[in-house]
């Protein structure tokens, strides 16, 4: 086998409409030059119509492509691409050749291993690894990233998370939402407003939105008011530890106005307790058991909000809805009347969107799923030190968490 026809089957170039007729190694920039030309034993299509312009070559056009490196050796493909006239079009087009996408400057093959190397580590050391600028890596992504979710159906789809994730200081936030049962990112979308909300219902479509089962959230007014222009409010469903987490601030802020109060007095009963409140009695460390005990003997206020955080805790175990309503009418009772200000406001909030918790009896979901993904892309963020573009950031996650049927060692 000669130098030619072995490149040729290295470098996966097509066997018939392309041969290679010269080979230049240049030693001082580690660069491989490969040079081919058309045989004319191809037919020649117009890229915008699809018309045959076979024997209608008009002139041809100078191009280069970067390729995978070759034994450490930068590998650029040149070649004179024939531009057709095209009859059907009425105008000069330049042919689509087999190893390039259009206007790319890169081979697909080439635009394959950058796109892995941004799955196993950060985008500055796939530049310098490959000795590609940032920007063609981020045109390599996004097309790669279009491409793939152009294949991918979302009909499927039955129950839909939605959540938050900061991604600068000064609450900057965007919005993602997730396929629950397939744990992968669907959507993505600056800020957490209203009309966030609505872009996305208008992206993933209002009928396919309506057939969803539950859609999980927090208690985000913005979110829901656009939620519930298209679905009922039985089909929304709150985070049952947005909810546990709202518990846990009325405890904590019960703690510290009754920590203030005892300080005046002289006593630090309450002095470095603030986590052994936010925590289940079967979680406790053997100290912190002891601890918790001796305080139970005291006549303190912030024991009688943790009981009523507890006491709530029993409400997710039913499955019957009569006696969920039953158990919440009677323990918002006890909160109200527990002369406590911050269990008082927070279980007047609960009342205000009880549509929403009681809906988990017949959707028992939960936002966890977003919860781990939303590290894993907190994960992306860190490693990379942030991202240059929004669009970067958000190519990179639905390349980690978007689900798309790509093999990450296929091409490495």
């Not at 196993?120 to 992504?141: E, F, G, H, K, Q």
């Not at 988990?360 to 979901?365: C, D, G, R, V």
Request: charged share 25%; net charge positive; aromatic share 12%.
């Amino acid at each position: 086998m000669d130098i030619p026809d072995l490149l040729h089957a290295v470098l996966k170039l097509p066997k018939s409409g392309w041969e290679i007729i010269a080979v230049q190694l240049d030693e001082d920039t580690e660069t491989l030059f490969v040079d081919l030309v058309y045989k004319g034993d191809m037919r020649l299509h117009c890229p915008d119509c699809g018309s045959d312009c076979t024997g209608h070559i008009y002139d041809h056009n100078e191009r280069t492509w970067r390729h995978k490196d070759l034994c450490e050796y930068r590998t650029l493909l040149h070649a004179n691409v024939p531009r057709v006239k095209c009859k059907r079009c009425d105008k000069v087009v330049m042919i689509n050749v087999p190893w390039a996408n259009k206007q790319m400057r890169i081979t697909r093959t080439f635009e394959r291993q950058l796109v892995n190397g941004c799955i196993l580590m950060p985008i500055s050391d796939v530049r310098r690894l490959y000795r590609v600028s940032w920007y063609t890596i981020c045109n390599a992504l996004e097309r790669t990233i279009h491409d793939l979710q152009k294949c991918k159906t979302y009909d499927s789809v039955r129950t839909i998370g939605i959540d938050e994730i900061a991604i600068h200081k000064g609450h900057e936030y965007l919005t993602i939402v997730y396929d629950l049962a397939k744990s992968e990112v669907i959507w993505i979308g600056r800020a957490r407003s209203y009309a966030t909300m609505l872009e996305f219902i208008a992206w993933f479509g209002v009928e396919r939105f309506q057939r969803l089962d539950a859609i999980c959230c927090d208690m985000w007014d913005p979110y829901l008011k656009a939620i519930t222009q298209f679905v009922d409010q039985s089909k929304v469903v709150f985070d049952k530890f947005h909810i546990k987490q709202h518990l846990n601030t009325a405890v904590d802020n019960v703690r510290k106005m009754e920590h203030k109060n005892l300080l005046s007095e002289g006593r630090e009963d309450l002095k470095h307790t603030k986590y052994l409140w936010l925590k289940n009695p079967s979680h406790m460390s053997w100290h912190q058991y002891l601890t918790f005990k001796e305080l139970r003997k005291k006549n303190l206020k912030v024991l009688r909000a943790y009981e009523l955080k507890e006491l709530f805790t029993h409400f997710w175990e039913y499955a019957v809805t009569g006696w969920a309503e039953r158990f919440f009418k009677d323990w918002y009772w006890a909160a109200t009347h527990s002369r406590l200000d911050p269990m008082i406001k927070v279980a007047k909030m609960l009342k205000r969107y009880w549509y929403g918790i009681i809906s988990y009896i017949k959707h028992p979901i939960t936002n966890a799923t977003s919860e781990g993904i939303n590290s894993k892309i907190r994960v992306f963020t860190k490693r990379a030190f942030g991202f240059k573009s929004f669009e970067m950031f958000k190519n990179i996650v639905f390349l980690g968490c978007g689900g798309l049927n790509i093999d990450p060692f296929k091409s490495s």
